[in-house]
């Protein structure tokens, strides 16, 4: 079982919609978890992390988190073409081994 | 504050020759991370160092790369002789504390585009 997957893409929504994306990991010992956007040709920049379960809002982000389902997941709201972009899933499993990526979810927007 | 510095931007080389890459991580940072992403894929981590330890290298294929880190500071990752397979995006990246800690953040470098043809 691969330690960190992604929902497979590409994720194709409308202007305005809400985007969901999705992760599931395997070490349940993980303690951080991120989300970084990557567009096409530039390196990952982080965009949210989130530690406890619930829900962590930032501007149109909110990254929701459950332990118990080892899942993590990442809300787009009012999504905008600039959007548009790989979303890579990072755990901290906070052994030899500390972040750990997941594939990535491709996001286009459409106007 | 500066960021993450890596050079080449890009490099293409002909199989079996040597390639080496160079990082600067964000001053102060202890940890710096060595990653290859493949198109399409994630970043997959080569190498971990914490000041000029090693802290992880499970995956690094130590029979045509290595890697060091002189004085804790800036880093060279090199390939020796490269393989097609190799053709990749090389990222580097930093953190403050030792990447363990529950809130450690890294940051990315603009990485190194390698071809090998």
């Known amino acids: 079982q691969k330690e960190v997957e992604q929902n497979s893409g590409p994720l194709s929504v409308p202007e305005g919609a809400i985007a969901s994306l999705n992760c599931t990991y395997s070490d349940r010992g993980s303690q951080s978890f991120f989300w970084y956007r990557q567009y096409s040709g530039k390196s990952p920049e982080l965009i949210m992390s989130?530690?406890?379960?619930g829900d962590k809002e930032d501007g149109r982000f909110t990254a929701q988190l459950n332990k118990a389902s080892q899942y993590v997941s990442l809300l787009i709201r009012d999504s905008q073409p600039s959007d548009s972009a790989t979303y890579l899933c990072?755990?901290?499993?906070?052994?030899?081994?500390?972040?750990?990526f997941g594939p990535g979810t491709r996001l286009s927007v459409l106007p | 504050e500066a960021g993450v510095a890596q050079s080449p931007r890009y490099k293409i080389i002909e199989k079996r020759q040597s390639v080496a890459f160079w990082c600067n991580p964000i001053?102060?940072?202890?940890?710096l991370y060595w990653y290859q992403q493949i198109l399409g894929q994630g970043p997959k981590l080569l190498i971990q160092?914490?000041?000029?330890?090693?802290?992880?290298d499970s995956q690094l294929p130590k029979d045509r790369f290595s890697a060091e880190r002189l004085k804790g500071v800036d880093s060279t990752l090199k390939i020796q002789p490269a393989k097609l397979e190799d053709s990749a995006v090389y990222l580097c990246?930093?953190?403050?504390?030792?990447?363990?800690?529950?809130?450690?953040?890294?940051?990315f470098g603009p990485g190194t585009r390698l071809l090998v043809l």
């Open positions: 001053s102060g940072h202890a940890t």
């Open positions: 160092f914490q000041n000029n330890g090693v802290v992880d």
């Open positions: 990072a755990v901290n499993m906070g052994r030899g081994q500390n972040f750990v």
């Open positions: 990246a930093s953190s403050l504390g030792s990447g363990r800690a529950r809130g450690e953040t890294q940051y």
């Open positions: 989130i530690y406890s379960n």
